[in-house]
């Protein structure tokens, strides 16, 4: 399997010269999976400047490798308060206060949130119903949580510790490429 595949179709445009496309060991084991994502997250992202689209990109490929119920962000776009970024997965909540739910929860804390069952969780948002479990990891820069990722799956207790540590290892690939480290 290499790391990279590029293909050049015939470019309508001249600054269209690639086709990125994800590279994935067939395996269900996710600590393989994270081995092989995190390379090409680093690699995606540091091809472009702008922060949404590469957020855009990270959960597309976080998606695509995990298919998970929901993937994305939220930013902080005002003191307190995260507004719904770049996702994939159903339609969302779109403003969270600091402090509500699991992803206030992390956002006010600047703590990994990782929640085995939503419905124990005071004051988890349910924006699907079909969400069951969930892991919310804080981007903090200078002191300030900037943005959390924020991963929902459909299974009970789906998260552990590999999801924490590799989804970390992520939001500092981020926070490095954006957030000046
Ligand atoms: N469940 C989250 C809200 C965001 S959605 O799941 C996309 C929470 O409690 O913070």
Redesign the pocket.
């Known amino acids: 399997m290499g790391i990279w595949n590029f293909r050049i179709e015939d470019p309508p445009f001249p600054e269209m010269t690639v086709t990125e496309i994800l590279s994935l060991p067939e395996t269900a084991d996710k600590t393989e999976l994270y081995a092989a994502l995190l390379p090409q997250v680093e690699a995606v992202i540091a091809g472009e400047d702008d922060l949404i689209a590469n957020l855009a990109n990270v959960a597309a490929m976080l998606k695509s490798a995990f298919d998970f119920h929901?993937v994305?962000f939220?930013r902080t776009l005002a003191p307190g308060m995260?507004v719904?970024g770049p996702?994939q997965?159903?339609l969302?909540?779109v403003r969270?206060p600091f402090g509500?739910?699991?992803?206030?929860?992390?956002a006010a804390s600047g703590q990994t949130?990782l929640?085995p069952d939503?419905d124990a969780?005071p004051?988890?948002?349910?924006?699907?119903s079909l969400?069951r479990s969930?892991i919310?990891v804080p981007l903090v820069a200078a002191g300030e949580t900037r943005l959390v990722l924020?991963v929902?799956s459909a299974d009970l207790d789906a998260f552990d510790a590999t999801d924490r540590i590799a989804l970390e290892s992520l939001v500092a690939l981020i926070r490095a490429r954006h957030f000046g480290g």
């Open positions: 929901w994305g939220y995260l719904l996702f997965g159903p969302a909540c969270i509500r739910g699991v992803c206030g929860a992390a949130q929640v939503v969780f004051g988890h948002i349910a924006c699907s969400s969930e919310v924020d929902d």
